[in-house]
């Protein structure tokens, strides 16, 4: 099974090409933070991952998401190997990606306070707090309900 799901900051504009038969290709990169950080320092590290859209998604990416927004990223990871002109082996990995998702609200995006109303949700990965006031119990019988 080859699935990788990673999330981070876009580190430049996405690129928007066309291949010779006019299919789209978007290719950005994604700064994604380590999980843990290192024991000399205690900082995190970044790993900086390169990732290529396709068709539709290269223009819903080339359209929506500029450098310094954060997304999240579902596809494969491809590894492709050449030999370059000066008869160099070279390796390259990068995500092929089958969904792009925004994780923040635009306004969040805008200003770094976040959204003035925590309700509006422009992203998919935005939740708002919940207040336990937002709750309240239901009278009603439960015993008709099959589990």
């Known amino acids: ?70 997304a999240a990223v579902s596809g494969r990871l491809q590894i492709s190997d050449w030999t370059d002109k000066d008869n160099n082996k070279r390796k390259k990995a990068e995500v092929i990606a089958d969904h792009v998702y925004f994780t923040e609200s635009k306004k969040s995006r805008d200003s770094s306070v976040g959204p003035a109303d925590p309700k509006e949700d422009f992203g998919a990965g935005y939740m708002a707090p919940v207040e336990s006031s937002d709750f309240a119990e239901l009278d009603m019988d439960d015993g008709d309900l099959p589990f």
């Open 1 to 70: 099974m080859n699935h990788i799901v990673i999330m981070g900051r876009l580190t430049r504009d996405p690129e928007r090409r066309e291949t010779q038969s006019g299919v789209p290709v978007t290719s950005f990169s994604l700064a994604v933070d380590r999980g843990y950080a290192s024991k000399d320092g205690g900082e995190r590290q970044t790993d900086f991952i390169d990732v290529v859209a396709w068709r539709g998604t290269a223009d819903f990416v080339a359209r929506y998401f500029t450098k310094g927004q954060m």
